[in-house]
């Protein structure tokens, strides 16, 4: 075990060929979303919402930062829900005021979602002085250092979502071989 608990290429196997600082970053990388996944738990908590709100309400303001309009079909296929919990989570949003029910601009039978401003004023207070000093953090990069942590977080991305498309693989899990 190290000073940070970790131990040693735990989940990386015993292959002597593995590279010591490898190890460092993926452990580093688990430690961040350790954090993140502790900050998003404290937000919840003190804005009494759950992560799906949380969710709902990240896609509303970039929908109403891009000018799009967002309905509830739309955020039900962004977060991955039946339309009957996303009527339940709309409720339960315009009921606690984070967002409201409109008119659609342009269709007549159709209704958008809007976040409400007080929503947005909260999620600032929130989470505004995270987000400043994660930018600061960010900001310090030189753009060659920047480059480099992008492509790296891209290609971990691609390592995750291909975890299912192992060669030898029927759907189960990583690692598992099946015969031709």
Do not use: C
């Amino acid at each position: 075990m190290n000073a940070q608990g970790h131990a040693k290429g735990y989940w990386y196997g015993k292959d002597p060929g593995r590279k010591e600082i490898a190890v460092g970053v993926l452990n580093a990388l688990r430690d961040y979303r350790t954090s993140e996944q502790a900050m998003r738990r404290r937000t919840r908590s003190s804005m009494l919402m759950g992560e799906k709100d949380l969710l709902a309400l990240r896609y509303l303001f970039e929908a109403e930062a891009d000018g799009r309009v967002m309905k509830p079909k739309d955020l039900g296929e962004r977060l991955g829900i039946t339309s009957a919990s996303m009527t339940t989570l709309i409720d339960r949003l315009v009921d606690s005021g984070h967002i409201r029910r409109e008119p659609h601009p342009t269709d007549r039978r159709a209704l958008i979602l809007r976040p409400t401003p007080a929503s947005d004023e909260e999620v600032r207070h929130t989470l505004g002085g995270m987000h400043r000093r994660m930018l600061d953090v960010a900001s310090a990069l030189s753009p060659e250092e920047s480059r480099i942590v992008v492509e790296f977080l891209e290609h971990m991305r691609e390592a995750l979502d291909t975890v299912d498309e192992e060669p030898g693989s029927t759907g189960g899990s990583a690692g598992e071989t099946h015969p031709s």
